[in-house]
Antibody
Framework: QPQLQESGPGLLKPSGTLSLTCIVS?????????WSWVRQAPGKGLEWIGE???????NYSPSLKSRVTMSIDTSKNEFSLRLDSVTAADTAVYYC????????????????WGQGALVTVS | QSVLTQPPSVSGTPGHMVTISCSGS????????VNWYQQVPGTAPRLLIY???QRPSGVPDRFSGSKSGTSASLAIGALQSEDETDYYC???????????FGGGTKVTVL
């Protein structure tokens, strides 16, 4: 079954850029699934950041759209998240996840998750 | 303020049933299927229910999901101490063109 693993710096300064990579194992990132990022601020709920398809098509959360860029490298079987102009409010555990979907958003869910990466902005 | 509304907490005694509600709108729960995730603090969420009422392999049949109109529910039957953790509902929102979560519900086993 798929395994996902986030990697990237755990500490950032305000106004900096957050960069995380999700390495996918045991399944091709070009398999037909979308790939997503979700974050969770300390003590808070889950927040969807966006998603990317192996072709490079992206879809971002309206609240983060102006600062988010996602990319994908099919040769390395990994995808990445970039979040610009970070503040303390971006401190969170960032998860990457595999999307299983059909009918647009009619059936859409995350069936595999990475373990999460804590990113602190301070 | 979450797009989907869940009670912050529910509690129940071992062996009994608890139900968690998830309230949404025509742009999310009515139009699309609902999923539930279980999250033990400090770990990644785990898919518990997808497509309103389907259980992934390995999820006990004590967990069941349902949907009616603008609301969905997760029922945990025969409550066990290991069920004491956080639960989130989620669905795609056509108006926002985004995947939205409920605020989460903490289940306490008394």
């Amino acid at each position: 079954q798929p395994q996902l693993q986030e990697s990237g710096p755990g500490l950032l300064k305000p106004s900096g850029t957050l960069s995380l990579t999700c390495i996918v194992s045991y399944v091709s990132i070009s398999s037909g699934n979308w790939w997503s990022w979700v974050r969770q601020a300390p003590g808070k709920g889950l927040e969807w950041i966006g998603e990317i398809y192996h072709s490079g098509i992206t879809n971002y959360s309206p609240s983060l759209k102006s600062r988010v860029t996602m990319s994908i490298d099919t040769s390395k079987n990994e995808f990445s998240l970039r979040l610009d102009s970070v503040t303390a409010a971006d401190t969170a555990v960032y998860y990457c996840a595999r999307v299983t979907a059909s009918g647009g958003g009619w059936m859409y869910y995350f069936d595999y998750w990475g373990q999460g990466a804590l990113v602190t902005v301070s | 303020q979450s797009v989907l509304t869940q009670p912050p907490s529910v509690s129940g005694t071992p062996g009994h049933m608890v139900t968690i509600s998830c309230s949404g709108s025509s742009s999310n729960i009515v139009s699309n299927t609902v999923n539930w995730y279980q999250q033990v603090p400090g770990t990644a969420p785990r898919l518990l229910i997808y497509h309103n009422d389907q259980r992934p392999s390995g999820v006990p049949d004590r967990f069941s999901g349902s949907k009616s109109g603008t609301s969905a529910s997760l029922a945990i039957g025969a409550l066990q101490s290991e069920d004491e953790t956080d639960y989130y509902c989620a669905a795609w929102d056509n108006g926002l063109n985004a995947y939205v979560f409920g605020g989460g519900t903490k289940v306490t086993v008394l």
